[in-house]
């Protein structure tokens, strides 16, 4: 059968060869990014199971730099395909960059967490516009397939998306966090396996590079648009990392003065860019505005599943098993998706939720101690000192670095520590004004021994957990409920809740469609605008959603139902299903053709910006960490004006979008 001639049949019959072979391609891309996704901020504050221990302000700094840069490596890595590389080639290295990332942050090294994290921007820009230009190009103009097919690849985008924070959850329990990212990076091999192996039939989805007389020279979109950005957010950056107070960097960050200027330009160009296009033209760049405000501001809220989100359900959600919520019931079915409630899940928890038993916690380290050993890195003169206040029942217990371990040794291994003959400690505070300690060993230092404080009680041997006797004493006021000795409470893994977005687009898509088809069928004039306001209109609601679980919670004084997250994701969907699949299309549409280059750089800076305060919003979070109702209703405030502008402008941009029938 001619492939560019599908036969008649259901939606996934009939499709040329190639498309699932993209499908796998990018299923298992979406796997690996979506892993990083959901642990990297988690991954970064971490003081209690080995993480990097940063300052909570530093961790979403992260998350949000590095989503920006996601989004916006795209537009280059299109530009480079279209007019060097061709799709496949660009693929092809997008997937070796993004699994070199991923296996650099599988070592742990301090040094290779910032450059693995470049790397996997680089990756992406090259992988993820030109992948999906591929699907498009399977098909030939007017074939009745293609939305089909896209249909079925971004199901293989949204099962890679569910399907990964099950990944870093199993991981991280059964060994560590960095084997959520080595086992990302073998996904993203098994990716490029398959693109090598279909290289031959994907040949017909390539684009032979080069440059067609209206595409904008690369030459005036750096001169234009990134060049401006890049300068001026430079010089934004360095006055507020150089001249401003920390009192004022603390909470709105060197690199968020940074990205706010260097939109500065952009903004200006566009406004300008109407005014010198012609009269034909001027209707549509300037309906690109609103466009953009209201995808940057819809991608600043949805990306908040890595930061605010995450932070609400490590901290503010009851995940302990038992609780009457889906995804607590998924981890005490699999409980290989629940780790242990360690000291900090008790903060806010009911005093009913049963504690580690008192022979379970070990109450003689200092605060930087405990901090040592949650961080799994310790100075043997820290040791030598612990080692004197032990009890004559607890034993300084030595593991093998390498090689085999015993069935018991393997127990006691997640509740040990690294030792060095020197680590550094460095003190520092939260957005909150509370002290965060961050224990780092020397690049290529090796750790002298691994040792754990283990506890011979009768015939049972188990390890015990470092906490200061003030925190141990808090933990038992009350003389709450305890579990076994050497057990821990067990609780869902926070990042899996994650996975609803995921979920709720493959469940909600056809209904939304069903909703918007019979409008139609009803003369109901729901036009591509509307669906903006709509999507931007129905983001708000998710925030004043969450501004309820607030309410609910007391401010977060107490633990509330993952139930609650589970509606905000279903909300923000929806949303989603409103706004998302039509915009960047929008951008194409709307533009001239001598202009798209220019246009999309546009759209891709918009969607950078509003990621990057994604992680600014997870910074606030910290610093209202008493206030969530507030928090949450400031997002709704934020999100609404944009929806109100939207509104205000409806007419101009309803008339726009049908002028160049888009």
């Keep these: 059968m001619n492939p560019t001639t599908p036969a008649a049949g259901s939606m996934f019959t009939g499709h040329p060869v190639g498309l699932y072979r993209l499908f796998f391609i990018e299923m298992w891309e979406r796997l690996g990014f979506y892993t990083i996704v959901a642990v990297l901020m988690l991954y970064a504050k971490d003081t209690e199971r080995g993480g990097l221990g940063l300052p909570a302000d530093f961790a979403n700094e992260i998350y949000g730099i590095y989503l920006a840069f996601v989004y916006f490596t795209p537009y280059l890595g299109g530009l480079l395909a279209d007019r060097f590389l061709g799709y496949r080639k660009s693929v092809l290295i997008?997937?070796?960059?993004?699994?070199?990332?991923?296996?650099?942050?599988?070592?742990?090294?301090s040094w290779t967490f910032p450059v693995g994290l470049v790397l996997l921007c680089i990756g992406n820009g090259f992988f993820k516009p030109n992948i999906s230009a591929m699907v498009g190009n399977l098909y030939v103009k007017g074939d009745p397939k293609r939305d089909a097919g896209?249909?079925?690849?971004?199901?293989?985008?949204?099962?890679?998306a569910f399907t990964a924070n099950f990944l870093a959850a199993y991981t991280r329990n059964e060994w560590f966090w960095e084997a959520a990212f080595l086992a990302a990076g073998f996904g993203m091999l098994a990716s490029v396996l398959i693109l090598l192996f279909s290289w031959k039939t994907l040949e017909r989805a390539d684009r032979v590079p080069g440059t067609n007389p209206e595409d904008t020279p690369f030459s005036e979109i750096l001169l234009k648009i990134l060049g401006p950005a890049f300068l001026v957010g430079t010089a934004g950056w360095a006055i507020a990392a150089f001249l401003l107070p920390t009192s004022v960097t603390k909470l709105v960050k060197a690199t968020d003065f940074g990205f706010l200027l260097g939109a500065i330009p952009i903004l200006l160009f566009f406004a300008n860019l109407s005014k010198r296009a012609s009269d034909e033209e001027k209707p549509g760049l300037r309906a690109l505005l609103p466009v953009y405000l209201a995808g940057g501001t819809f991608f600043m809220v949805l990306h908040l599943n890595g930061s605010a989100m995450t932070t609400w359900a490590d901290e503010n959600t009851a995940r302990h098993l038992g609780q009457p919520d889906p995804v607590v019931l998924v981890a005490d079915t699999f409980p290989v998706f629940a780790g242990s409630a360690y000291p900090s899940y008790y903060g806010n928890a009911d005093a009913s939720v049963p504690r580690p038993h008192r022979d379970t916690l070990l109450p003689i380290a200092s605060e930087q101690q405990t901090k040592m050993f949650g961080q799994k890195r310790m100075d043997a003169a820290s040791l030598a000192e612990l080692t004197a206040k032990l009890p004559p029942e607890v034993k300084v217990e030595i593991l093998p670095l390498t090689g085999a371990l015993t069935d018991e040794q393997k127990a006691w291994k997640k509740f040990s520590v690294d030792v060095f003959a020197k680590v550094d400690v460095v003190e520092d505070t939260d957005a909150h004004g509370l002290p965060v300690t961050t224990v780092k060993a020397a690049d290529g230092a090796k750790a002298e021994q691994r040792v754990a404080f283990v506890r011979t009680a009768g015939a049972q041997r188990y390890p015990t957990y470092l906490v200061?006797?003030?925190?141990?004493?808090?933990?038992?006021?009350?003389?709450?409920?305890?579990?076994?000795?050497?057990?821990?409470?067990?609780?869902?893994?926070?990042?899996l809740y994650q996975s609803?977005?995921?979920?709720?687009?493959?469940?909600?898509?056809?209904?939304?469609?069903?909703?918007?088809?019979?409008?139609?069928r009803q003369g109901v004039d729901f036009s591509t605008a509307r669906k903006i306001f709509a999507g931007m209109a129905i983001t708000a609601l998710?925030?004043?959603?969450?501004?309820?679980?607030?309410?609910?919670?007391?401010?977060?004084?107490?633990?509330?139902?993952?139930?609650?997250?589970?509606?905000?994701?279903?909300?923000?969907?929806?949303?989603?299903?409103?706004?998302?699949?039509?915009?960047?299309?929008?951008?194409?549409k709307l533009s001239p053709k001598r202009f798209v280059g220019l246009t999309m750089g546009?759209?891709?800076?918009?969607?950078?910006?509003?990621?990057?305060?994604?992680?600014?919003?997870?910074?606030?979070?910290?610093?209202?960490?008493?206030?969530?109702?507030?928090?949450?209703?400031?997002?709704?405030?934020?999100?609404?004006?944009?929806?109100?502008y939207i509104l205000s402008v409806l007419p101009k941009l309803d008339t726009a979008i049908k002028k160049y029938g888009a």
């Excluded at 997008?94 to 090294?109: D, E, I, M, P, S």
């Excluded at 249909?151 to 890679?160: K, P, V």
């Excluded at 004493?473 to 926070?494: C, F, H, I, W």
């Excluded at 589970?566 to 929008?586: D, H, K, R």
């Design 94 to 109: 997008g997937g070796l960059v993004f699994a070199a990332g991923f296996f650099l942050l599988g070592t742990g090294k």
């Design 150 to 160: 896209f249909n079925i690849f971004y199901m293989g985008i949204n099962i890679g």
């Design 468 to 495: 200061t006797p003030a925190r141990f004493a808090k933990l038992y006021d009350g003389n709450p409920p305890t579990v076994e000795p050497g057990q821990y409470l067990r609780t869902a893994n926070s990042e």
């Design 500 to 520: 609803w977005n995921a979920f709720f687009v493959i469940v909600l898509t056809p209904l939304v469609m069903l909703f918007f088809a019979r409008l139609l």
């Design 542 to 588: 998710a925030a004043l959603f969450m501004a309820l679980a607030g309410i609910v919670g007391e401010n977060g004084a107490h633990k509330v139902s993952g139930m609650w997250l589970m509606g905000f994701y279903a909300i923000v969907t929806v949303g989603e299903l409103c706004l998302s699949p039509m915009a960047l299309s929008l951008v194409t």
């Design 602 to 644: 546009g759209w891709f800076f918009a969607s950078a910006v509003g990621n990057k305060f994604s992680g600014f919003l997870g910074v606030l979070q910290g610093a209202m960490a008493d206030k969530p109702t507030l928090f949450f209703l400031t997002i709704a405030g934020a999100v609404a004006l944009v929806a109100f």
